[in-house]
C-alpha cells in the first residue's frame, strides 16, 4: 500500500507514476501560455526588423532617383513629380508669396514651425521698406469670438496690448451674453465696439468663424487685423502646440503674408502617450525624436476621417444629426469649390489666428460654400475638416524652392492609419539631410 498522499497516483502502461488530472491540466495550460508568448515576441521583433529594413530601404538614394530626377512616391503609388503642373501649397487667389531666391527655410521656430516672423525680418528682392512696419500696439484689432457657454471675462485682460477697435461676439446654445461680461473697461467702452450676433447652434466654433469670413465688409480697413477666438480660449489642452502670445500673432499678421497661427507645433516623437505594440509606438521608434511641422503631406491630409468627437468643453450634441456625413476630405474640397493644395499644405489647429482683410476677401466665394457645408448640423465632421482648411485658404502660396526644401527637411510622415490626431504632419526637420533622402511617403 502507497501513503494516502500518493492514492491519487495513477501508472501508465510501463509502471510509471502519473501526476492527477488536475496537474496534467495546469502543466498543459502553462506550456500553451509559454508556446504563445514566445511566438509573440518573435512576431514582434519580425515586424521591428521588418520595419528597419523597409525605412533603410527607403532612405538609399538610389531609392528615391531615377537619373537626375528626384521621384516622389506616395501611399498609393502616386509620384510627386507626376502631379499636373500650377498646384501650389494654397487655394488662395492670392499671388504666391515673393521669397528671397537665398532664403533658406531652416530648422527651428522659423517656417518650418509655421512661424513668419524670420520672413519678415528680410527684404524682398532688396527693397527698402520692411515687410512689417508696424508694432502690434499699432496695428488696428478686430476680434471674432465664438461664444457658447464658456465666461468671456478674461477676453479684456488677454488683449490687453493690442489696439482692439471691435469685438464680435457670436453667440450659439442661446446662451445670453452682454457688453459687461467681457471684462473691458467702462472708460474703453467707447473705443471698443462690441457687437453681440446671434446665430443658429449649428458648426460650431467654425461656423462662427466662417460666418465671419464671409460676411466681412469689402470696405473694411485694410491693416485692420482679424483676430479669431472661441470662448474656451484658456483651455488648452493639446500638448503637442505652443501657444504664442497674441500680440506676436497679431504682429505676425500685419506683415506681408497677412496671416498669423496662434498655435504652432512643439512636439518631438518620444513614447509618451503611446503603448506598445501599437503601430504609433513602432513608428515612434523608427522616427524617435523626429521634429513636429506646421506643414503637412497633402496626400496623408486627404485620408482624414473620425468616427466621433467629443469636445473639450464637454458640449453635446444638440440635434439628432450624424457626426460623420458622407464627405471625405476630399470631397469637402470639391464642395469648396478649390483643388486640394499640394503638394504639402499649412495646417493650423486649436482655432485660433489672425488675417487681414486682404486675405479673406480673395477666398469670398470659398467661405460662403464653406458656411453652407457647416450648417449640416451641430457637432460635425465638417468642422474638423473646416481647422484643417483655414490655413491653406488664407496663407498666400510658397514659392516651389521653398517647398522643395520644407520636403527636403522632412523624414517622414504621421500617418492616418496610426493616429487620427494631427495625421499627416511631415516631422523630421534634419538640417544635414541629404536632398536625395527627402521624405519618401
Avoid at 531666391?101 to 517656417?111: E, F, N, P
Avoid at 469685438?167 to 471684462?183: A, H, I, R
Avoid at 502660396?397 to 517622414?412: G, T
Amino acid at each position: 500500500m502507497f501513503p494516502p498522499r500518493y492514492r491519487q497516483l495513477s501508472h501508465d502502461s510501463t509502471g510509471r507514476l502519473l501526476p492527477p488530472p488536475r496537474i496534467a491540466r495546469l502543466l498543459r495550460s502553462l506550456s500553451w501560455s509559454l508556446i504563445a508568448y514566445i511566438v509573440l515576441v518573435l512576431a514582434c521583433v519580425g515586424s521591428l526588423v521588418a520595419s528597419v529594413v523597409l525605412v533603410l530601404a527607403r532612405l538609399e538614394p538610389s531609392s528615391t532617383q531615377t537619373g537626375s530626377g528626384a521621384v516622389r512616391r506616395t501611399e498609393s503609388g502616386g509620384q510627386w513629380g507626376d502631379r499636373p503642373r500650377g498646384l501650389s501649397t494654397s487655394a488662395s487667389t492670392l499671388p504666391p508669396l515673393e521669397l528671397p531666391r537665398d532664403y533658406s527655410v531652416a530648422c527651428g521656430d522659423h517656417l518650418w514651425h509655421g512661424s513668419l516672423e524670420a520672413l519678415d525680418t528680410d527684404r524682398v528682392g532688396g527693397e527698402d521698406p520692411p515687410l512689417r512696419s508696424l508694432s502690434p500696439l499699432l496695428v488696428p484689432v478686430s476680434i471674432a469670438i465664438s461664444y457658447c457657454e464658456a465666461p468671456l471675462d478674461w477676453l479684456a485682460g488677454a488683449v490687453r496690448d493690442l489696439d482692439v477697435r471691435s469685438v464680435t461676439v457670436y453667440s450659439k446654445c442661446n446662451m445670453p451674453v452682454s457688453e459687461d461680461s467681457l471684462g473691458f473697461p467702462k472708460g474703453s467702452r467707447g473705443r471698443v465696439t462690441v457687437t453681440v450676433v446671434k446665430l443658429p447652434n449649428v458648426g460650431r466654433v467654425d461656423h462662427s468663424y466662417t460666418y465671419h469670413l464671409a460676411q466681412l465688409p469689402l470696405d473694411t480697413d485694410p491693416n485692420e487685423v482679424q483676430l479669431f477666438m472661441k470662448d474656451t480660449h484658456r483651455s488648452f489642452h493639446q500638448w503637442q502646440l505652443r501657444q504664442r502670445p497674441l500680440r506676436d500673432v497679431v504682429e505676425e499678421a500685419s506683415g506681408f503674408t497677412g496671416y498669423s497661427c496662434g498655435r504652432l507645433p512643439d512636439w518631438r516623437l518620444t513614447f509618451d502617450k503611446t503603448y506598445f505594440p501599437s503601430k504609433t509606438w513602432f513608428h515612434t521608434l523608427l522616427n524617435y525624436d523626429a521634429d513636429w511641422s506646421f506643414w503637412h503631406l497633402s496626400s496623408e491630409v486627404s485620408k482624414f476621417i473620425q468616427a466621433d468627437y467629443k469636445s473639450n468643453g464637454k458640449y453635446e450634441a444638440r440635434d439628432g444629426k450624424s457626426f460623420a456625413g458622407n464627405l471625405t476630405f476630399v470631397d469637402w474640397w470639391d464642395g469648396l469649390g478649390v483643388p486640394l493644395p499640394g503638394p504639402i499644405m499649412p495646417v493650423c489647429y486649436a482655432g485660433v489666428f489672425a488675417a487681414k482683410p486682404a486675405n479673406i476677401i480673395a477666398s469670398r466665394a470659398v467661405w460662403a460654400r464653406m458656411l453652407r457645408l457647416l450648417e449640416r448640423g451641430d457637432n460635425i465632421l465638417e468642422g474638423h475638416y473646416s481647422e484643417r482648411t483655414y490655413a491653406a485658404v488664407l496663407l498666400p502660396a510658397l514659392p516651389p524652392h521653398a517647398v522643395k526644401k520644407i520636403q527636403s527637411l522632412s523624414r517622414s510622415v504621421r500617418r492616418c492609419s496610426h493616429a487620427v490626431g494631427f495625421c499627416g504632419t511631415l516631422y523630421g526637420c534634419e538640417t544635414n539631410r541629404d536632398k536625395s533622402q527627402a521624405c519618401v511617403v
